[in-house]
């Protein structure tokens, strides 16, 4: 006997399907991918997508930690949507791939929200 499943819609996605997915401006032109989330431990929410562009076979690269919020998925393009432009994406806070962004400064964090102009996870500025 075989059990037939069927799965429902729903807007859940797991971590690992989210990561290497696209990244693209509203009108499909390609940015980079999402390299890894980085999830609240205690609230459980996603807090950061890293944003991967740039560089050639891993080198070069370069890291834009970006707050979820500014995300939104397009099935149209089966991709995250943002809506930044190439001055703005020069300008955002970025670490290379070859040394990583220190979660653990605040300050930091603060820097990365009031860039975007979203407020912080974690409430106000």
């Known amino acids: 006997m075989t059990v037939e499943t069927k799965t429902r819609p729903h807007q859940l996605v797991a971590s690992d399907r989210v990561e290497g997915t696209a990244v693209r401006r509203p009108n499909g032109d390609m940015i980079g991918h999402i390299e890894r989330l980085m999830i609240d431990k205690i609230s459980g929410k996603v807090s950061y997508a890293v944003l991967s562009f740039g560089g ?3 080198i070069g690269t370069n890291l834009i930690p970006l707050p979820w919020g500014r995300l939104q998925y397009n099935p149209k393009f089966e991709a995250y949507e943002l809506d ?4 703005e994406l020069k300008r955002a806070p970025s670490f290379r791939a070859d040394k990583d962004f220190d979660w ?4 930091q964090e603060v820097e990365l929200h009031r860039f975007y102009g979203v407020p912080p ?3 106000g500025f």
């Open 56 to 58: 050639f076979l891993g």
């Open 84 to 87: 930044i432009d190439d001055d």
């Open 104 to 107: 653990g400064d605040r300050s």
């Open 121 to 123: 996870y974690w409430g």
